[in-house]
């Protein structure tokens, strides 16, 4: 499993790397608008795929009593509720408070996913080519593990 800063780096190198010639085109072919619409729609997709991985990766990598400590905190739960409104919140502030055009928008919420899936995938490629960790048993079951 890679290192969440790691993968964080790599994710935030990818977004990065397909928004700048993303907005560069949408500005030749659409004009201001639409180059805002990819960059402010990079960056929501940016932020909310952000706060998912740093949860799946907190799952993956904690153990199991871990876990059921940190969700008996106040701010985890309230965390997961407001994510979504904030997200929808921040897209209705781009498409009516701004010049932002809702196919940049869109465009840029399927290149952050891109970056995201990019950077699981290179990530995914390095650890099938390092060895195994010397205190990962895998023949031992998950239940023994953690529990």
Partial sequence: MPRWDLWLRRFYLW?????????????????VGQALGVVWGALIGLVNLQLLGRA????????????????????????????????????????????????????GVSIALLGFVTAGLQAAAEAERQPPRPDEDEDEPLDHRYG
């Fill in 15 to 31: 977004t990065l790397t397909f928004t700048a010639p993303a907005a560069a085109l949408a500005w030749q072919l659409g004009g």
């Fill in 56 to 107: 799946v990766f907190r799952i993956v990598q904690e153990p199991a009593d871990q876990l059921r400590a940190a969700s008996q905190r106040r701010f985890a739960p309230l965390a997961a509720l407001v994510r979504w409104p904030l997200t929808a919140l921040a897209t209705v502030a781009v498409l009516w408070y701004m010049p932002g055009q809702p196919e940049g928008l869109a465009a």
